[in-house]
């Protein structure tokens, strides 16, 4: 996941979200008043919010496009308030956005008019660590960084590292199945996380997966990790933790284009090296880095690859040769070994600040998060370079090179008539065209509200009402976090519907919902 | 009862919508070699036997797209032909019930979530696979996930499909993440820890820069005394041979290390990890947090259990003589006292007719589950009855 840009989007925030939503339930929001006293009783003192002043700070998350103040904030303490909290709006018919710190870049945390935003900060300890088993128990406001400053001290961390690590929630990251660089190589949450405590809308509370491995039936956590919030609110988290590698090695490559580029990162896995990390940056990308951080990019060429291998001294070393030689024979240009902490830690700095780097060459920029077969990157950049001239409108890639995952950073200005809505014009060709060649629409950001309406590209009419099913069979009455992931909302009831054959129901002595 | 074997996808959603009308249950099978698991049921079998073959394989992707029913053999036959492996390393459940090897599928060893001794680093079919065609309960074909490595696009529901023992349809097709094959592999061993001692060296190793890749336990020999503790380390041979250096002295506290030879290691591997060292008419499976089990094997010896640990000590094999429900109880007590739970994977059946396979999960665990089951199987036509429910 990459950090939403540091300044919001001027023009966008006039956008009109309610054309997105469903409509406010009038009869809720005349009830505000009296929906406030009863959450005070549950979450007394400042745990709930209702001056709009005060509501300000969560009407956007990292999406910051689009904003809506919420009805009222609760800040729940314990996982007692947690359920008591669903289990009122449930009986009340009351809606529920959940939130974790806000850094979502697709909208999964974006209030409701007529909905309680459910803030999951005030849950910050580290409840257990026990590196015999080698994993941790924390609560879900837990930033994912501190998961791994809680245990590094021992020469452990969590592996996970989204790059907005330093604010995002673990709780955030098991909602949206977080990736970031390493994700190749270690996984996205949902191959690191072992166990939750989840509240249903109902207010039930269940304990899913714990510290054993492959627990039996149902892999409920498996969907709980990347469910969006739209199933219940995680209240604890159990994660692995890992060793964390003796020493890390990087090499900076540069190739005359992103077709030789693409060649060298297929012949390293063909090889049977999966690097730690494997970046690329386009020509743009390349140059918006350099002049921002200025660590010595190669600027001759058309595109970068940054590879870095982790694990013990004598595997790094034999494998930065090989996957240098390996771009050698694809036709490197530039090749510099990292011989030092320092230097590996500046052929990452350009790629990291690529996002800031960006918004220094242009007013506003809009990244998008599709993933491809990489076979197909050439074909990808040839027709998003005919997409950029047909539209107007510039783009630079930077991408998660080893498993496909693009972020094209599409350059606009706000302030221009008709830019920002020829940039989400433009952002949802790319995606069109990701899933055209084989790929999906969100590799780690998530669908949320930003690409809800792209999700029929991608999904047949069956297939998505399959997934809304496994919704209802967690919140029927589809209070939680509403108008997400989805483009159409069914009602349960109808989503049930089977057809019946001459009257008869097929087993009638087993339970329906 | 009848079998059926469904040519296409059509063919499954024609057997579903007549099973619906005829009010008949369907068992979904693939090659049956794990049939014997789960209470004796009477219900229709879909064979899944006529719907193989690769769709796509391009190793440079690290992506394989199969039919279901595929052998697993077969499968790991192509993908070893590309110096790839599946890295959850499943196995055959056949030898376990006196059946030859072989008649396992890829669908039936995903649907089961069956994983080797590699699945405490390298993850399970949970964590593998990607994306599938199914067809559900409703008589619908739908499909989830996708064909790339990474993919958070709606519900993750092959992690709800991956273990689910054709619980909520029956996949035609999967695809799998397929890794690189280690170049090397070494494995180190220490002789005669008993299963504390055995535990804190598993723990030791897999907790250090070793990067040990898999870690087991397996006591054998007359009376089984004579116990062998093993690390596999897998990698580049640069690196191994740097790791099997290093981690004789990171265990010097626990014991004299050994390199085993690859014929005596693939032998003691192929015992922990698939249970086949173990005779004994009932065999369990336990997966417990690791340092847990030392006390639940202590716990269950007094009854005659002989057991050897896989995952670090996450999972205890253990067979029994005693074909009681009453011993049966005491498993579920141990495994359940250590934090864990307990899978019946052997037994005559009458025993499986009253003691459910899988472990009881509890109450509004057990109704979520039921629920979820339903938003794919609304009329409960995958409910045989072999796990209960």
Same mark, same amino acid.
């Given at each position: 996941m990459e950090?939403?840009?540091?300044?919001?989007?001027?023009?966008?925030?006039?956008? +009109?979200?309610?054309?997105?939503?469903?409509?406010?339930?009038?009869a809720?929001?005349?009830?505000?008043?009296?929906?406030a006293?009863?959450?005070?009783?549950?979450?007394?003192?400042?745990g709930?919010?209702?001056?709009?002043?005060?509501?300000?700070?969560?009407?956007?998350?990292?999406?910051?496009?689009?904003?809506?103040p919420?009805?009222?904030?609760?800040?729940?303490?314990?996982?007692?308030?947690?359920?008591?909290?669903?289990?009122?709006?449930?009986?009340?018919?009351?809606?529920?956005?959940?939130r974790?710190?806000?850094?979502?870049?697709?909208?999964?945390?974006?209030?409701?008019? +007529?909905?309680?935003?459910?803030?999951?900060?005030?849950?910050?300890?580290?409840?257990?660590?026990?590196?015999?088993?080698?994993?941790?128990?924390?609560?879900?406001?837990?930033?994912?960084?501190?998961?791994?400053q809680?245990?590094?001290?021992?020469?452990f961390?969590?592996?996970?590292?989204?790059?907005?690590?330093?604010?995002?929630?673990?709780?955030?990251?098991?909602?949206?199945?977080?990736?970031?660089?390493?994700?190749?190589?270690?996984?996205?949450?949902?191959n690191?996380?072992?166990?939750?405590?989840?509240?249903l809308?109902?207010g039930?509370?269940?304990?899913l997966?714990?510290?054993?491995?492959?627990?039996?039936?149902l &892999?409920?956590?498996?969907?709980?990790?990347?469910?969006?919030?739209?199933?219940g609110?995680?209240?604890?988290v159990?994660?692995?933790?890992?060793?964390?590698?003796?020493s890390?090695?990087?090499?900076?490559l540069?190739?005359?284009?992103p077709?030789s580029?693409?060649?060298c990162?297929?012949?390293?896995?063909?090889?049977?090296?999966?690097?730690?990390?494997?970046?690329?940056?386009?020509?743009?990308?390349i140059?918006a880095?350099?002049?921002?951080?200025?660590?010595?990019?190669p600027?001759?060429?058309?595109?970068?690859?940054?590879?870095?291998?982790?694990?013990?001294?004598?595997?790094?070393?034999?494998?930065?040769?090989?996957?240098?030689?390996?771009a050698?024979?694809?036709?490197?240009?530039?090749?510099?070994?990292?011989?030092d902490?320092?230097?590996?830690?500046?052929?990452?700095a350009?790629?990291?600040?690529?996002f800031?780097?960006?918004?220094?060459?242009?007013?506003?920029?809009?990244?998008?998060?599709?993933?491809?077969?990489?076979?197909?990157?050439?074909?990808?950049?040839?027709?998003?370079?005919?997409?950029?001239?047909?539209?107007?409108?510039?783009?630079?890639?930077?991408?998660?090179?080893? !498993?496909?995952?693009l972020?094209?950073?599409?350059?606009?200005?706000?302030?221009?008539?008709?830019?920002? !809505?020829?940039?989400?014009?433009?952002g949802?060709?790319i995606?069109?065209?990701?899933?055209?060649?084989?790929?999906v629409?969100?590799?780690?950001?998530g669908v949320?509200?930003?690409?809800?309406?792209?999700?029929?590209?991608?999904?047949?009419?069956? +297939?998505?009402?399959?997934?809304?099913?496994?919704?209802?069979?967690?919140?029927?009455?589809?209070?939680l976090?509403?108008?997400?992931?989805?483009?159409?909302?069914h009602?349960?009831?109808e989503?049930?519907?089977?057809?019946?054959?001459?009257g008869?129901?097929p087993?009638?002595?087993?339970?329906?919902? | 009862?009848?079998?059926?074997?469904?040519?296409?996808?059509?063919?499954?959603?024609?057997?579903?919508? !007549?099973?619906?009308?005829?009010?008949?249950?369907?068992?979904?099978?693939?090659?049956?070699?794990?049939a014997?698991?789960?209470?004796?049921?009477?219900?229709?079998?879909?064979?899944?036997?006529?719907?193989?073959?690769?769709v796509?394989?391009?190793?440079?992707?690290?992506?394989?797209?199969?039919?279901?029913?595929?052998?697993?053999?077969?499968?790991?036959?192509?993908?070893?032909?590309?110096?790839?492996?599946?890295?959850?390393?499943?196995f &055959?459940?056949?030898?376990?019930?006196?059946?030859?090897?072989?008649?396992?599928?890829?669908?039936?060893?995903?649907?089961a979530?069956?994983?080797?001794?590699?699945?405490?680093?390298?993850?399970?079919?949970? &964590?593998?696979?990607l994306?599938?065609?199914?067809?559900?309960?409703?008589?619908?074909?739908?499909?989830?996930?996708a064909?790339?490595?990474?993919?958070?696009?709606?519900?993750?529901?092959?992690?709800l499909?991956?273990?689910?023992?054709?619980?909520?349809?029956?996949?035609?097709?999967?695809?799998?993440?397929?890794?690189?094959r280690?170049?090397?592999?070494?494995?180190?061993a220490?002789?005669?820890?008993?299963?504390?001692?055995?535990?804190?060296?598993?723990?030791?190793?897999?907790?250090?820069?070793?990067?040990?890749?898999?870690?087991?336990?397996?006591?054998?020999?007359?009376?089984r005394?004579?116990?062998?503790?093993?690390?596999?380390?897998?990698?580049?041979?640069?690196?191994?041979?740097?790791?099997?250096?290093?981690?004789?002295?990171?265990?010097?506290?626990?014991?004299?290390?050994?390199r085993?030879?690859?014929?005596e290691?693939?032998?003691?591997?192929?015992s922990?990890?698939?249970?086949?060292?173990l005779?004994?008419a009932?065999?369990?499976?336990?997966?417990?947090?690791?340092?847990a089990?030392?006390?639940?094997?202590?716990?269950?010896?007094?009854?005659?259990?002989?057991?050897s640990?896989?995952?670090?000590?996450?999972l205890?094999?253990?067979?029994? +003589?005693d074909?009681?429900?009453?011993?049966?109880?005491?498993?579920r007590?141990?495994?359940?006292?250590?934090?864990?739970?307990?899978?019946?994977?052997?037994?005559?059946?009458?025993?499986?007719?009253?003691?459910?396979?899988?472990?009881?999960?509890?109450?509004?665990?057990?109704?979520?589950?039921?629920?979820?089951?339903?938003?794919f199987?609304?009329?409960?036509?995958?409910e045989?009855?072999?796990?209960?429910?």
């Open positions: 950090m939403a840009a540091a300044r919001p989007a001027r023009l966008m925030r006039e956008r +009109d979200v309610s054309i997105l939503m469903p409509d406010p339930d009038q809720v929001l005349a009830r505000r008043a009296g929906i006293a009863a959450l005070r009783a549950i979450v007394p003192g400042e709930v919010i209702d001056d709009p002043d005060a509501l300000r700070p969560y009407e956007s998350d990292g999406l910051t496009a689009y904003r809506q919420p009805m009222l904030v609760v800040l729940p303490e314990t996982v007692e308030q947690v359920s008591a909290v669903l289990r009122w709006c449930h009986a009340e018919g009351v809606k529920v956005v959940p974790g710190s806000g850094t979502s870049l697709s909208g999964g945390a974006l209030p409701l008019a +007529d909905a309680v935003l459910l803030g999951m900060g005030k849950f910050k300890r580290v409840l257990a660590i026990d590196y015999d088993d080698r994993v941790a128990v924390v609560q879900p406001g837990v930033t994912n960084l501190a998961i791994t809680a245990v590094e001290a021992r020469g961390y969590y592996a996970p590292d989204p790059s907005s690590q330093i604010a995002c929630s673990i709780g955030g990251n098991v909602a949206e199945n977080s990736g970031g660089v390493h994700c190749l190589k270690y996984g996205l949450t949902t690191n996380v072992l166990g939750v405590e989840l509240v809308m109902d039930e509370i269940v304990r997966g714990g510290r054993q491995l492959d627990p039996c039936g &892999d409920l956590l498996g969907v709980i990790v990347g469910s969006e919030g739209l199933l609110v995680v209240t604890e159990t994660v692995r933790i890992l060793p964390k590698p003796e890390a090695r990087a090499v900076l540069g190739f005359p284009d077709e580029a693409g060649a990162v297929a012949q390293v896995i063909a090889e049977g090296i999966i690097p730690a990390g494997m970046e690329m940056m386009d020509r743009t990308a140059h880095a350099e002049a921002f951080v200025n660590v010595g990019y600027l001759d060429v058309g595109a970068l690859l940054i590879v870095e291998v982790d694990g013990p001294a004598a595997e790094c070393d034999y494998l930065i040769e090989e996957i240098a030689r390996i050698g024979a694809n036709g490197a240009v530039t090749s510099r070994i990292s011989t902490e320092h230097e590996r830690m500046a052929f990452w350009g790629r990291k600040a690529a800031p780097a960006v918004g220094r060459i242009s007013p506003d920029y809009y990244c998008m998060d599709g993933t491809i077969p990489r076979r197909r990157l050439p074909e990808v950049l040839r027709r998003m370079e005919q997409l950029s001239a047909d539209y107007g409108l510039g783009v630079a890639n930077v991408f998660h090179a080893g !498993d496909g995952n972020h094209p950073l599409i350059l606009y200005d706000a302030n221009k008539p008709g830019e920002l !809505d020829r940039a989400e014009a433009f949802n060709d995606l069109r065209l990701c899933v055209e060649v084989g790929g629409l969100t590799g780690e950001h949320g509200i930003e690409k809800r309406d792209l999700m029929p590209v991608m999904f047949s009419e069956a +297939d998505l009402q399959q997934q809304q099913r496994v919704k209802c069979a967690f919140d029927p009455k589809l209070l976090n509403p108008g997400k992931v989805f483009p159409t909302l009602r349960c009831a989503l049930g519907r089977m057809h019946v054959h001459a008869q129901v087993f009638p002595e087993l339970p329906r919902f | 009862m009848d079998t059926i074997v469904p040519e296409s996808a059509q063919d499954l959603c024609d057997a579903v919508a !007549d099973a619906l009308r005829e009010r008949t249950r369907l068992e979904i099978r693939g090659g049956g070699s794990k014997a698991i789960g209470a004796p049921r009477d219900a229709r079998i879909v064979s899944m036997a006529a719907l193989t073959g690769v796509d394989y391009d190793p440079a992707e690290l992506v394989l797209t199969v039919r279901a029913g595929t052998p697993l053999a077969e499968v790991e036959a192509l993908v070893a032909g590309e110096q790839q492996m599946l890295a959850f390393e499943p &055959d459940h056949g030898p376990l019930f006196g059946a030859p090897a072989g008649a396992a599928t890829i669908g039936g060893v995903v649907a979530g069956v994983a080797g001794s590699r699945r405490v680093t390298a993850g399970s079919a949970r &964590d593998h696979l994306g599938f065609t199914a067809v559900s309960g409703r008589g619908e074909t739908f499909v989830a996930g064909r790339v490595v990474k993919n958070v696009t709606g519900y993750d529901l092959p992690k499909m991956a273990g689910s023992w054709g619980r909520i349809g029956a996949m035609t097709e999967l695809t799998l993440k397929v890794l690189p280690p170049r090397m592999a070494v494995t180190l220490i002789e005669g820890l008993d299963c504390r001692a055995a535990h804190a060296a598993m723990a030791r190793a897999l907790g250090s820069h070793a990067d040990v890749s898999a870690a087991a336990h397996v006591p054998q020999g007359p009376d005394a004579r116990a062998i503790t093993l690390f596999r380390l897998a990698g580049f041979p640069p690196s191994v041979e740097a790791r099997a250096t290093v981690l004789p002295v990171l265990l010097a506290d626990h014991g004299a290390v050994r085993l030879d690859t014929a290691a693939e032998a003691l591997w192929h922990a990890g698939t249970g086949a060292g005779t004994g009932v065999l369990w499976r336990l997966h417990l947090p690791p340092a089990a030392p006390g639940a094997v202590a716990a269950l010896e007094p009854l005659g259990a002989r057991w640990l896989d995952w670090g000590g996450g205890v094999w253990l067979a029994l +003589d074909e009681t429900p009453a011993a049966a109880a005491q498993v007590a141990a495994a359940m006292a250590a934090g864990g739970e307990a899978t019946l994977v052997r037994a005559r059946a009458s025993l499986r007719a009253v003691v459910p396979a899988q472990h009881p999960r509890a109450p509004l665990v057990a109704a979520l589950e039921e629920r979820v089951r339903r938003a199987d609304p009329a409960g036509l995958f045989t009855g072999r796990f209960g429910g």
